[in-house]
């Protein structure tokens, strides 16, 4: 269950972490395959980002597949008592770097593994199942047989808390008939407001809410009113986009995805920006007329 504390840390399951930390997706090859182009440059990354208080970093072991989470190894192992390690299973990597399906429980329980062994751990803090979106997005299908086989893992010891991930609020309410879930990590960003109404019913349940593509993933952020707000403010436009999500909904947690330290460094000082409400008010319009015009 989510409890926010006055110093802006959330409970994600039963561990304190702050609302802004880092998503690892980013320090893959192009096309999050293979190796980065530069590994010194990945492995500061992670070890500035920890050396900067986060402790929360989001990962998987398709990311490369493998790699990053061997970086994350490399650069912080053996891992700060207080840093939260959460993944995600649910697809597997041709060869060619395709995307496929893996949400099996046999193909879910080797993913786990897989996440276990490259990571160097023993038990991973959450493990979020990630439904593997369809043609068009997400649909609606029963998830039940592979949330079970994540239940039955987590019986084992091999996982202390499950999240869900590209979840619709019907198959997030099928999980949580399940086995209980402490997260939902979905797209969502100023300008990609679909799952309003759900996040707003996790905050009323104490479920956190992980947004993914924060700052608009491949495709980032463009647009003339967060342009506006952000030179009012005299930051940057994707510090901006951060501090709208932390004062979305307090059972926001942030992990942006970011190569280098310097937009890291960036990223992380959005936590201290303060969104007057005028400014909140101007920002909200843009997701009113992209999304729902
Ligand atoms: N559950 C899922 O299906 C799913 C899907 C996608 C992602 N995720 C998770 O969510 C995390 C966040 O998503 P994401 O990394 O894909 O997208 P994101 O955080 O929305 O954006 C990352 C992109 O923005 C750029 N960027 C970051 N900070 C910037 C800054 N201050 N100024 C300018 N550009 C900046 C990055 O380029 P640079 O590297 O040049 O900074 C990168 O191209 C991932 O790392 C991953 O852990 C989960």
């Known amino acids: 269950m989510t409890k926010i504390d006055k110093a802006g840390s959330v409970t994600l399951g039963d561990r304190a972490v702050k609302r802004m930390g880092y998503g ?14 530069d590994r010194d440059a990945a492995l500061a990354v992670l070890r500035t980002a920890v050396a900067e208080g986060v402790n929360h970093i989001d990962t998987s072991d398709f990311y490369g597949p493998h790699v ?18 959460v993944t995600k299973v649910g697809a597997v ?6 995307w496929n399906a893996a949400q099996e429980p046999g193909q879910l329980h080797a993913a786990v593994e897989d996440n276990l062994r490259n990571l160097g751990l023993s038990r991973i803090e959450v493990v979020n ?3 593997h979106p369809g043609h068009h997005g997400r649909g609606d299908h029963s ?15 091999l996982i202390r808390h499950l999240g869900i991930s590209n979840a619709t ?10 086995a209980p879930v402490v997260c939902v990590q979905n797209q969502y960003n100023l300008a990609h407001r679909e799952d309003d109404a759900l996040i707003d019913a996790l905050a009323a349940d104490g479920i956190a809410y992980v947004p993914f593509f924060p700052l608009g993933g491949f495709t980032p952020l463009q647009s003339s ?10 930051a940057s436009p994707m510090q901006v986009a951060l501090a709208w999500l932390l004062r979305r909904s307090p059972n926001i947690l942030l992990i942006p995805g970011t190569s280098s330290v310097a937009h890291l460094r960036e990223n992380l000082a959005a936590a201290t920006l303060d ?5 909140m008010a101007t920002l909200d319009a843009i997701g009113s007329s992209s999304d729902r015009a």
């Open 24 to 37: 690892a997706m980013q320090l893959a090859g192009p096309h999050v395959f293979g190796p980065p182009k």
């Open 68 to 85: 990053v989470n061997q970086l994350i190894r490399e650069a912080l192992s053996p891992y700060p008592d207080d840093l939260v390690i």
């Open 93 to 98: 990597r041709g060869e060619d770097g395709s």
């Open 129 to 131: 199942f990630r439904i």
């Open 143 to 157: 998830i039940a047989r592979s949330f079970e086989a994540m239940a039955a893992m987590q019986a084992e010891g």
């Open 169 to 178: 609020a019907s198959q997030v309410a099928e999980a949580r008939a399940i």
């Open 225 to 234: 009113c967060l342009d506006a707000v952000a030179q009012q403010l005299g």
């Open 275 to 279: 969104l007057s409400a005028e400014a």
